[in-house]
């Protein structure tokens, strides 16, 4: 097995964590010859694939809430941000399905989305979006909010609560909000929020995830194409029917084949030969 057989096998076994980090490392992959100005040294996304500040901009674009997600800025800002989704991920998917998984990635992602736009837009600054971290810290600290106490044993550290793990890299977006990206740590804050507030209401018997869901399953079943069953021709037998099928006709031949053989048993002995039953027969016979 090469090494292409052997990436498509664990993409296709892997789990929705695998599906969405091979997509992002896909993505990302497949963008650096079309937006990367190499002799600028930075990638250069258009406001049709990234979030825009500009609130016509943003309203003639909505799709960009979501294929913002799925572009990054560099390698670095890949490497770090897949490295969480998988710390995160392999955590969330052992209390909760795949499908709320793909549910709470898509709705914080547009959440943090949505926070980026309005918070450009009252600070009046204009800029572009991009990057799968607000969809991460939902992940993460939903995790965090479900399960706080749960110890995570890291190297050369040793165990944590995962509750400090989650603190530190908040208080870090926190700090750092002012200093640089500034619209990348509103959505890390962003999602972060929108992650512990999903948990919260799934606590009280309400799954946000189900409105992901249930678009999925029916642009899934719209799509998929109907099975049809093959129509089946059976032959009939007419010689089978008339065998299995008890006929008057054939009654008559057999009622008339037992009075000859009783007219030829008198014919050579008498009707005094005949049996009480052979009586009985003939007589009911000749009404």
Known sequence: MNIIDDIKLQYKIGGI???????NVGIFLLSVPLFFQFKLGFFDYPDWLAVSSEPMVF???TWTLLTYAFFHQGFWHLFFNMMILHFSSRLFLAFFTQKQ?????????????IA???SFYLLGNSTLLVGASGAIMAILVATTTYQPLMNIRLLLIGNL???????VILLLDLLQIQMSNTGGHIAHLSGAFFGFIYIKLLQN????????SRTTDFFTNFFKKKEK??????????KKIVENRPSKIVLKDKTQQQIDEILDKISQSGYDSLT???????????K
């Open 276 to 286: 009480a039953e052979e009586k009985e027969f003939l007589f009911k016979a000749g």
């Open 161 to 167: 609560k995962l509750w400090h793990i989650t603190a």
């Open 17 to 23: 964590a695998n599906k969405m980090i091979y997509w």
């Open 229 to 238: 069953i093959p129509f089946k021709k059976v032959h009939v037998n007419p």
């Open 59 to 61: 309203l003639y674009k």
């Open 205 to 212: 018997g309400t799954d946000l995830s189900e409105i992901v």
């Open 116 to 118: 980026f736009v309005l």
């Open 101 to 113: 998984y793909l549910g709470l990635y898509f709705l914080s992602a547009i959440f943090a989305g």
